[in-house]
């Protein structure tokens, strides 16, 4: 595992960008906050999310959390990698299944630390069912 990787499992607090009933980013969130996680969920017109406080954008958490898991489309990526570089995030994870190209190397070409073409989900402990046979395989196949 790499140390960025390793950097996600052992920071516990965490924000996560689109957090939604209806996608990805609602099931990441509430996975992760029941293996232990401090989460806070970013949505720009949500109040809530699972019983807590929704911020709009990552400018509006809280100055000691540097870390985001981004589970938006491409093109809402680069808003928030804008949002990222302004308050200073040290590490994004952009989940895979999309292309974040564009967004990855903004980022990273302003020093923020990035993980891309990976599940969270099979990194953060306790890792069950389909994602435990997932990792199995990335490890397996020198993937992970």
Not at 33 to 41: C, V
Request: aromatic share 10%; net charge positive; glycine share 6%.
């Amino acid at each position: 595992m790499n140390d960025t990787i390793q950097h996600f499992i052992d920071t516990k607090s965490i924000a996560v960008v689109g957090v939604s009933d209806k996608k990805f980013g609602g099931v990441i969130y509430k996975t992760i906050k029941k293996r232990g996680y401090d989460l806070s969920p970013v949505h720009p017109t949500k109040e809530n999310f699972d019983g807590d406080k929704c911020f709009s954008k990552l400018t509006e958490l809280p100055s000691d959390i540097k870390t985001a898991i981004i589970a938006v489309s491409p093109d809402t990526a680069k808003t928030v990698v804008d949002d990222a570089i302004e308050a200073k995030f040290t590490h994004l994870w952009f989940q895979q299944g999309k292309d974040f190209s564009d967004s990855i190397e903004k980022a990273e070409k302003n020093g923020i630390k990035t993980v891309s073409n990976k599940c969270i989900l099979m990194y953060a402990e306790p890792v069950t069912g389909i994602h435990a046979f997932h990792r199995f395989l990335a490890r397996l196949f020198k993937m992970s």
